[in-house]
């Protein structure tokens, strides 16, 4: 997750997901260096996010499809987890508000003199 911090490599990421490229093309209009985009793809492929093969004297990178689904199932669990809990959570507030009230709703508090059935006393 820590290589895709930088916006820079997202954006290179971005790119990437167009379709393979090398790093001289990914480099145009950005506001880095060639050098610069090497460093950001080799952090990419080190958190296999990407891969490179050599065609002739280039390198082309490319999406690593298993990393890209790794990060998926990441944010999958991650957000599955955390409506698990948000419903448990719910759920145990809709019971402790449930005994507060009646089947009806909630009851207005009472006044001095009123008895249970509302009427003074």
Same mark, same amino acid.
């Given at each position: 997750?820590?290589?895709?911090?930088?916006?820079?490599?997202?954006?290179?990421?971005? %790119?990437?997901?167009?379709?393979?490229?090398?790093? =001289?093309?990914?480099?145009?209009?950005?506001?880095?260096?060639?050098?610069? /985009?090497?460093?950001?793809?080799?952090?990419?492929?080190?958190?296999?996010?990407?891969?490179? %093969?050599? /065609?002739?004297?280039?390198?082309? $990178?490319? /999406?690593?499809?298993?990393?890209?689904?790794?990060?998926?199932? $990441?944010?999958?669990?991650?957000?599955?987890?955390?409506?698990? %809990?948000?419903?448990?959570?719910?759920?145990?507030?809709?019971?402790?508000?449930?005994?507060?009230?009646?089947?009806? =709703?909630?009851?207005?508090?009472?006044?001095?003199?009123?008895?249970?059935?509302?009427?003074? =006393?």
């Amino acid at each position: 997750m820590d290589a895709l911090g930088d916006a820079t490599r997202r954006t290179v990421l971005e %790119r990437l997901a167009a379709g393979p490229s090398s790093v =001289g093309r990914l480099a145009e209009g950005l506001p880095v260096s060639r050098p610069a /985009v090497s460093q950001h793809l080799r952090v990419l492929r080190e958190a296999g996010l990407v891969s490179d %093969r050599r /065609v002739g004297t280039r390198r082309v $990178y490319e /999406v690593n499809p298993a990393g890209i689904a790794a990060v998926g199932d $990441y944010w999958n669990q991650f957000w599955s987890q955390a409506l698990e %809990r948000y419903r448990v959570a719910a759920e145990a507030a809709g019971e402790v508000s449930g005994r507060s009230g009646s089947a009806s =709703g909630p009851q207005r508090p009472r006044t001095e003199g009123e008895g249970q059935d509302g009427q003074g =006393g």
